[in-house]
């Protein structure tokens, strides 16, 4: 499949300028120039144009947000110099199985100010002596040179910093959307137990008021009818002391009729 009939497959009916990411290996670049690709193409940060046979970068448009740019196992031996003024952003650079053979064509490289990682494996350059710290002392502003630094240290995995900054982004979205559900429903369910034991707390405390409500009024009907007892029997004495006069009094007059008789 040619080039630019590829281009319109994975467009997958976007617009150009929403592409952030386009693959086209393994498609076929006619006289081994690009075509389909343009300036309109504005967002794009990863492009891969591996094994088509491209020879030249000529046609290559300018693309100021790509950050890394894949060709490996083409036929490129130079015009090296195109990519500092078509993408002065690329990160990363992979021109491994390509036909560069010397110093003087990486030199173009210079101008790409930022780039970190340079691949070119698999390219006749690498037979040089002492080839690594030749690339290392002309391009210095790259870390890594075929997946290693200085130190022979290998370069972290790019689909693994792209884990862990979709992870990151999620972490974000999860604070900003706030607690997960199943927080949400954990608290509900002990906003609810509170409640329970609230109401039972309640009524316990009701029963209790019922019951030293009922024993306040049962007291009170006991003091009363004691009360009553002893106004009872408050009068009970009366009555008595009265008739105790009254029996008195017959006793006396009894007494004085008695005498009366006598004197007669």
């Not at 499949?1 to 997958?12: A, G, P, Q, T, V």
């Not at 046609?59 to 130079?78: A, F, T, V």
């Amino acid at each position: 499949m040619e080039m630019k009939k590829r281009i319109n497959l994975e467009l997958r009916n976007r617009a150009p300028e929403e592409v952030t990411e386009l693959v086209l290996d393994n498609c076929l670049c006619v006289n081994g120039e690009i075509e389909g690709l343009n300036d309109t193409f504005k967002k794009l940060e990863f492009l891969s144009m591996a094994n088509v046979e491209l020879s030249s970068l000529a046609r290559l448009p300018s693309l100021n947000k790509l950050r890394k740019l894949e060709l490996s196992d083409n036929i490129i031996s130079g015009g090296l110099e195109v990519l500092a003024e078509k993408c002065p952003n690329l990160t990363y650079l992979n021109l491994s199985g390509n036909k560069i053979k010397d110093l003087s064509t990486v030199e173009a490289l210079q101008n790409l100010k930022n780039l970190k990682s340079l691949d070119l494996f698999n390219c006749e350059i690498t037979n040089l002596e002492d080839y690594r710290e030749s690339i290392f002392e002309l391009l210095q502003q790259i870390t890594y040179l075929d997946g290693f630094d200085q130190e022979d240290n290998e370069a972290p995995d790019s689909e693994e910093e792209d884990e862990d900054g979709d992870e990151d982004d999620e972490e974000e979205e999860e604070d900003e959307a706030g607690p997960p559900e199943e927080y949400e429903e954990e608290e509900e369910e002990e906003e609810e137990d509170e409640d329970e034991d609230e109401d039972e707390a309640g009524s316990e405390l009701g029963e209790g008021e019922e019951e030293v409500g009922l024993s306040y009024l049962m007291k009170e009907e006991i003091q009363d009818e004691e009360d009553d007892d002893d106004y009872v029997e408050e009068g009970e004495e009366e009555e008595e002391e009265e008739e105790e006069g009254l029996r008195g009094e017959k006793r006396k007059r009894d007494a004085e009729d008695d005498g009366d008789e006598e004197d007669d």
